[in-house]
C-alpha cells in the first residue's frame, strides 16, 4: 500500500539555521508533492508544491526538493525562526494515487531563540 | 473573506450514537473533502466531493456517510460511533477538482475535535 515516512522524531534547532525535514514515500508515483503547515489544534495550511518533472522550488525563506528516483523529498526552511515552530507534513497528489491526496503523519519542528 | 468554516467545534458523544459534522467551504469553491486526524498522526482522506457528487473516497467503512449541497456546503455523518472514532475531523476546500497545479491547494478549516466515550 502505499506509505509515506516523515521524521517521527521532533527536530530541534537553533534560531538563525537551516531547517531540514525529510519525506520518503514507497509504492506511489505521485503527481504532486505538497508540504503543509499545521500549528497545535488548528487545520494544515498549505505552503509549497512541487511537481514530480521538477528538482527543487523556493518561496521566500522555503526550498523543497523532489527526487522521483529516491522517491524523496527534503523541505528546508533558512534563517529559521521561533515562529517557524509547528508540525510540517508531507502530502502527495496524482499520479498513481488519483484525486485523493495522502499525509504522512508529519516533523514536529522547534526552533529555539 | 471568510476561510473554511467547521460546525462544531468540539463534540463529546457516546459509542452508538450519530454525529452530523458540517463545512461550509470558502466562496466559489466548488470541491470539498474531509479528513480524520487522529493524534500524532496525519490526515487521512475520507471523502471528495466536487459539484454535489463524491468523486473520492478513502478507506472507511460504510459507516460514514457525507453530501454535498448545492450551495457547496457539505456534512459528514458517522453512524455507531466507536471509540476509534475519536478524532479532530478536518474539511478542506479547493476550487474545482483536478490534478491541475491550481486545483492542488487545498484551504483547511480548523475542524472539529469529536470525542467518543
Known amino acids: 500500500s502505499q506509505k509515506i515516512e516523515q521524521n517521527s522524531e521532533a527536530l530541534n534547532i537553533q534560531e538563525g539555521k537551516t531547517a531540514t525535514l525529510t519525506c520518503n514515500y514507497t509504492?506511489?508515483?505521485?503527481?504532486?508533492l505538497q508540504w503543509y503547515r499545521q500549528d497545535p489544534g488548528r487545520g494544515p495550511v498549505f505552503l509549497l508544491l512541487?511537481?514530480?518533472?521538477?528538482k527543487e522550488k523556493r518561496k521566500e525563506r522555503l526550498k523543497v526538493t523532489f527526487d522521483t528516483t529516491l522517491k524523496q523529498s527534503l523541505f528546508h526552511i533558512t534563517a529559521s525562526q521561533p515562529a517557524d515552530s509547528a508540525t510540517y507534513l508531507c502530502a502527495l497528489r496524482g499520479g498513481t494515487g488519483g484525486f485523493k491526496t495522502i499525509f504522512g503523519a508529519g516533523t514536529r519542528l522547534f526552533v529555539k531563540a | 473573506d471568510a476561510g473554511v468554516t467547521q460546525s462544531p467545534t468540539h463534540l463529546i458523544k457516546t459509542r452508538g450514537q450519530q454525529v452530523t459534522l458540517r463545512c461550509s467551504p470558502i466562496s466559489g469553491h466548488k470541491s470539498v473533502s474531509w479528513y480524520q486526524q487522529v493524534l500524532g498522526q496525519g490526515p487521512q482522506f475520507i471523502f471528495q466531493y466536487y459539484e454535489k457528487e463524491e468523486r473520492g473516497r478513502g478507506n472507511f467503512p460504510d459507516r460514514f456517510s457525507a453530501r454535498q449541497f448545492p450551495n457547496y456546503s457539505s456534512e459528514l455523518n458517522v453512524n455507531a460511533l466507536l471509540l476509534g472514532d475519536s478524532a479532530l475531523y478536518l474539511c478542506?476546500?479547493?476550487?474545482?477538482?483536478?490534478?491541475?497545479?491550481?486545483?492542488?491547494?487545498?484551504?483547511f478549516g480548523p475542524g472539529t475535535r469529536l470525542t467518543v466515550l
Open positions: 478542506a476546500s479547493s476550487l474545482r477538482q483536478g490534478l491541475g497545479v491550481t486545483y492542488n491547494e487545498q484551504f
Open positions: 512541487i511537481r514530480e518533472n521538477e
Open positions: 509504492n506511489y508515483s505521485p503527481a504532486y
